[in-house]
């Protein structure tokens, strides 16, 4: 069965540093893959999306994610991390005929 | 706004109770899904519904049923409540059914807890 992992449960960043949240997959094929951000209070609201193509892909919120195939990784960026970005990152994969699995969670706290 | 209405947006009752929880989709969508969001379990797809059929069913308990109106609208119901079902329920949807789903959109949740 298809699986996502996250490894990082929570992770603190200082306001202006950089930011990368680790996401991992586990299936057969290449997914179709996920973002999304929940801040508190609110439902999920899709950062980016891999379907195809491009491996670098851009999101809202100057976000990226780079789709390493080999490594099976979807790993979300952020060159530059603003206060409002304190929010839970969830990790998603969508395969052909299948439904949405979603990974644990990532809690990003952003330090002043 | 994800344009994903839902119902009440916070719950409270006691354990053997029944509750409904109401979700509008984002008009024009015809799929609808059910998430249950718990500390310990995460997000756990409970149920899909695509134009008013069951699509896919996930980790949803035979306590629990929902469905999927004529207008779309969707409704979960949850029955025979217990401790461990005091969670954040969501509603998302999305335009197609399987495959090149592509976004889905989130309601704001629906906080149930049970006492």
């Known amino acids: 069965a298809q699986s996502v992992t996250q490894p990082d449960i929570h992770i603190t960043v200082s306001e202006g540093a950089s930011l990368e949240l680790r996401c991992n997959y586990s299936?057969?094929?290449?997914?179709?893959l996920f973002w999304y951000v929940q801040s508190p209070g609110q439902g999920l609201q899709l950062l980016l999306k891999?379907?195809?193509?491009?491996?670098l892909v851009q999101g809202i919120k100057g976000f990226e994610a780079e789709f390493k195939r080999s490594q099976s990784s979807f790993n979300l960026r952020k060159p530059s991390v603003h206060w409002s970005d304190a929010a839970e990152y969830f990790c998603a994969v969508l395969n052909y005929g299948q439904n949405f699995v979603f990974g644990p969670g990532t809690r990003l706290s952003v330090l002043p | 706004d994800s344009g994903v209405t839902q119902t009440p947006k916070h719950l409270i009752t006691a354990t053997g109770q029944r509750v409904t929880l109401r979700c509008s989709p984002r008009?024009?969508?015809?799929?609808v899904y059910w998430y249950q969001q718990s500390l310990d379990q995460g997000l756990q797809f409970l149920i899909q519904?695509?134009?008013?059929?069951?699509?896919a069913k996930g980790n949803i308990l035979e306590r629990f049923s929902a469905q999927q109106f004529p207008d779309l609208h969707s409704e979960l119901n949850l029955s025979s409540l217990e401790l461990g079902d005091s969670a954040l329920y969501f509603c998302?949807?999305?335009?197609?059914?399987?495959?090149?789903?592509?976004?889905?959109?989130f309601g704001e949740g629906s906080r149930l807890t049970v006492l």
């Open positions: 008009s024009g969508d015809l799929s």
């Open positions: 519904y695509y134009n008013g059929e069951e699509r």
């Open positions: 299936y057969g094929a290449t997914p179709y």
């Open positions: 891999y379907f195809s193509g491009d491996t």
């Open positions: 998302a949807s999305s335009h197609k059914a399987g495959a090149n789903t592509g976004e889905l959109f």
